[in-house]
């Protein structure tokens, strides 16, 4: 409907346009700079006049997103069902923008201005999306540590160009409009594009520098959490930032029911749950690095004795190794990155307490008992020994009962005298 209705109204302005051409030598089917960029005005000024021509340029801005999104998609090489909704959240964010500013009531001219100021606004939100395609992409990549270069190109290139869009759409911008609310709200969602772009970019490189020495890297987990954080608290920031941006273009520019309620909707999921997200994860990292550094650590000789790997990682203990209240030992990064999920042992499921005093009975991965340095009369030996020991003398108390039942049945049918027949008179 509405490219049918476009194509009509085009026809009919290039006929008009023709029709009072006073240049002979201008070819019938070219028309001059001037007139062609008084055509698209006039064209986009009409296609957004009502709700319903909004709701038809929304529906071809959702094609358009969507094979966008289908093409990057296939250019990074992802499969990820969940990334091909760029054609469903372009022409909601684009609709409610519509709604929110009041776009098919405005002049014309109001209109033309407005409608850019909102298509920036969407362009930079089709960029995050983006982002958000990417980065699960990268990160897949450095962990896996391929090292095939046709694989890691698209996915660069395109963290690139998400890195240099926003800065070019800024120095733009800033060139040809003065400072105001919109404009800051387009430099701040372009700043934090960009420090989102080389949040990923660093985390890439670290899972990188990893799989390039092949060693494990006790610290990398830290890092990537510090360089997370760090992203994390600048987009929570950027996020107050915009919610005060947009509480005083309500207040004093534009206050309409659908911004108060968008701005609702944003302190909610932009601000509320952020902060409580964050600082859960932070609490539950504090516990589990708190809980790691309460347990017993083994290291030179006593860690060469245990001669085994990791239950987590299948890795050797090459420096330390940490032994759980149920006596089963893992390197400290594997079981702390394994208690920021849950807090039981991987082996046996028990609790990993801090206050948990050391079962005896327990074994653990290799039914070996560390010694205790501090127990000089404690003999370094294998756990199962004394459990092979225990079963040998009950092995041998089960033989000697057996014997002793055998014997007793033997003497009691020794004892007992046999029954004359019925014939023995």
């Given at each position: 409907?509405?490219?049918?209705?476009?194509?009509?109204?085009?026809?009919?302005?290039?006929?008009?346009?023709?029709?009072?051409?006073?240049?002979?030598?201008?070819?019938?089917?070219?028309?001059?700079?001037?007139?062609?960029?008084?055509?698209?005005?006039?064209?986009?000024?009409?296609?957004?006049?009502?709700?319903?021509?909004?709701?038809?340029?929304?529906?071809?801005?959702?094609?358009?997103?969507?094979?966008?999104?289908?093409?990057?998609?296939?250019?990074?090489?992802?499969?990820?069902?969940?990334?091909?909704?760029?054609?469903?959240?372009?022409?909601?964010?684009?609709?409610?923008?519509?709604?929110?500013?009041?776009?098919?009531g405005l002049k014309p001219e109001e209109r033309l201005v407005r409608l850019s100021r909102n298509m920036c606004l969407l362009l930079t939100a089709v960029l995050l999306f983006i982002l958000g395609m990417t980065d699960p992409v990268l990160m897949s990549l450095s962990a896996s540590h391929v090292s095939s270069l046709r694989r890691h190109f698209p996915v660069l290139f395109v963290s690139a160009c998400l890195f240099l869009l926003p800065i070019l759409l800024s120095y733009v911008l800033w060139h040809h409009y003065a400072l105001n609310t919109w404009l800051f709200a387009v430099t701040a969602f372009c700043v934090e594009l960009c420090l989102k772009v080389i949040v990923s970019i660093t985390v890439y490189v670290l899972f990188m520098i990893d799989g390039y020495y092949n060693v494990l890297w006790e610290k990398l987990d830290d890092y990537v959490y510090y360089v997370r954080s760090s992203g994390n608290i600048i987009e929570f920031i950027f996020g107050v930032i915009m919610f005060g941006n947009g509480a005083y273009t309500m207040v004093f520019e534009s206050g309409s029911k659908i911004r108060a309620c968008m701005m609702c909707l944003h302190a909610y999921f932009n601000i509320y749950l952020q902060a409580k997200n964050g600082w859960k994860t932070f609490i539950n990292?504090?516990?589990?690095?708190?809980?790691?550094?309460?347990?017993?650590?083994?290291?030179?000789?006593?860690?060469?004795?245990?001669?085994?790997?990791?239950?987590?990682?299948?890795?050797?203990?090459?420096t330390s190794a940490r032994i759980t209240p149920c006596n089963h030992y893992f390197h400290a990064l594997c079981l702390r990155k394994w208690l920021y999920i849950q807090e039981t042992c991987p082996m046996c499921h028990q609790k990993v307490d801090i206050d948990e005093?050391?079962?005896?009975?327990?074994?653990?991965?290799?039914?070996?008992?560390?010694?205790?340095?501090?127990?000089?009369?404690?003999?370094?030996?294998?756990?199962?020994?004394?459990?092979?020991?225990?079963?040998a003398e009950e092995l041998n108390d089960e033989s000697t009962e057996s014997e002793e039942e055998t014997e007793s049945s033997t003497q009691s049918s020794a004892t007992v005298p046999e029954q004359p027949s019925e014939h023995q008179s």
């Open positions: 409907f509405w490219l049918s209705r476009l194509a009509i109204q085009a026809a009919m302005l290039l006929y008009v346009i023709k029709a009072t051409e006073t240049d002979p030598s201008m070819k019938f089917y070219a028309i001059s700079w001037d007139n062609f960029w008084e055509l698209l005005c006039s064209l986009i000024i009409s296609g957004c006049d009502s709700t319903l021509t909004v709701l038809g340029m929304s529906a071809v801005i959702s094609s358009v997103a969507h094979y966008l999104g289908l093409g990057i998609l296939a250019f990074i090489g992802s499969t990820d069902e969940d990334d091909r909704r760029l054609g469903f959240v372009a022409p909601v964010l684009f609709f409610i923008l519509a709604l929110q500013t009041g776009l098919s990292r504090r516990m589990a690095v708190k809980k790691i550094n309460s347990l017993p650590e083994v290291k030179g000789e006593r860690l060469q004795d245990i001669d085994d790997v990791c239950a987590i990682c299948y890795h050797e203990f090459t005093k050391e079962n005896p009975n327990l074994s653990n991965n290799n039914a070996f008992v560390v010694p205790d340095e501090n127990d000089p009369d404690e003999n370094p030996a294998w756990g199962g020994g004394g459990g092979e020991a225990a079963a």
